[in-house]
């Protein structure tokens, strides 16, 4: 989806996967080549004005990873809020930010950790990046700034280090994508 909001100090609202796949010898994130930037990122978009962020970030999974939130777990901080009364919950984020995407423009980006143990069971949708790319941690930090944000790869590294080692891995597919009538009261 494009951008919402396209003046000067307008911010559009998007989402962000960072994937790390367990069931490999050593753990890989997860990486595309951007179709427009040309460098490395991990998978997401654009939370259209229709949507929740999980909803979004549900959708940019399948579309442009493969996975859907059944194959994966969510990270999530051992003390947090586990419900409330008429909201729906959503997951707790990594890390939220908000970046200049040039020209005085804004992306606010919730970012989710997630856990992978095993491959896609989609293909990633037309029009979407096939390149998808899987590195170590070392291959991480390897990488040239020329290929990555900086940004990206501290919440890989805190991925890594910390929210995967202490963090509670949960069923993506827990948190709800839609509104059901009781909890608003129907």
Known sequence: MPHIHTDVNQHDLT?????VRVDLSEPK?????????QILLPVGGHVELSETPWEAMAHELTEESGYHLGQLKVLQPSSRIRRLTKVVQHPYPLSMNTHDMAGGHFHTDIE????????PERNVET??????QWF???ELDELP????????REVYRFLLDEAL?????VNAS?????????????
């Open 29 to 37: 994130v997860l990486f595309h080549t951007h179709r427009k930037l």
């Open 145 to 152: 700034t020329t290929e990555i944000f900086a940004n990206v």
């Open 174 to 186: 827990d948190f709800l994508t839609d509104f059901p009538g009781e909890y608003f009261g129907e």
């Open 165 to 169: 080692p202490h963090w509670e891995s």
């Open 112 to 119: 989710y950790g997630f856990v992978a143990t095993g491959n």
């Open 15 to 19: 989402v962000t996967a960072f994937i």
């Open 136 to 138: 170590t941690r070392s």
């Open 127 to 132: 029009g979407e990046s096939l390149d998808l």
